[in-house]
């Protein structure tokens, strides 16, 4: 399983596991479709919407480990 940093890009995250998007919904990023959107990092989303990036990282790495 790939592990998430703040330098993963939401496509990729969204990609790797679709299960994934109700956490971007949750930040205010309803717009997944969207290429620029998929195009940007972890860390710019979570500075775009006001979300602390490591928080972020934390609570993906930890669901995903849980799909395994």
């Known amino acids: 399983m790939a592990e998430i940093t703040k330098n993963t890009?939401?496509?990729d995250i969204l990609d790797l596991d679709e299960t994934t998007a109700p956490y971007?919904?949750?930040?205010g990023m309803h717009c997944l479709g969207c290429p620029a959107s998929r195009g940007e990092t972890l860390e710019e989303a979570c500075m775009v919407h006001g979300v602390n990036a490591d928080e972020m990282?934390?609570?993906l790495?930890?669901?995903l480990s849980k799909q395994a």
């Not at 971007?24 to 930040?27: D, G, K, P, R, V």
């Open 9 to 11: 890009v939401i496509g």
């Open 24 to 27: 971007f919904l949750e930040m």
């Open 57 to 59: 990282v934390e609570k």
């Open 61 to 63: 790495n930890s669901h």
